[in-house]
């Protein structure tokens, strides 16, 4: 291994923060992160970012386990190997209730797409689509 790769730590900390509680606090190998227009994959090493998270599936892999998490917007900074995400909410996916999420869908479906309205609906679209996403891997 050459000295170059020898100083690259081998785990980053992954820290998931909601107004409400600090909802994971783990070391990872590596984290998907949603972020607002893609996705972004963080090991450990890897330059500084700061980005704006979507409404998606947010991976945490420590081995050879993974945890998933919905996350609902928010931002990210990476940074010495600290993921930090700060988010409105995030939810364990295995707790992501699918059936709530498609009356969600219905519902922001049906609503009017004019004026201030259109955004309201774009997002509550954008969340409740992102929820059945990460369902459909759970089978909620």
């Known amino acids: 291994m050459s000295e170059l790769h020898s100083n690259i730590p ?12 600090t909802v994971l606090d783990t070391p990872a190998d590596f984290v998907a992160l949603p972020l607002f227009d893609g996705e972004a994959g963080i090991a450990p090493g890897r330059a500084p970012l700061i980005g704006r998270l979507g409404y998606a599936e947010l991976r945490v892999r420590t081995g050879h386990a993974t945890r998933r998490f919905y996350v609902d917007g928010g931002f990210v900074q990476v940074a010495d190997n600290v993921v930090s995400v700060l988010t409105n909410r995030a939810i364990a996916a295995e707790r992501v209730d699918g059936g709530a999420a498609a009356e969600q869908l219905r519902t922001a479906l049906a609503r009017p797409a004019a004026g201030e309205e259109m955004a309201i609906r774009d997002r509550q679209i954008s969340q409740a689509r992102g929820q059945l996403r990460v369902a459909a891997h759970t089978g909620g």
């Open 10 to 21: 081998r785990t980053l900390q992954c820290i998931i923060v909601t107004p409400e509680a």
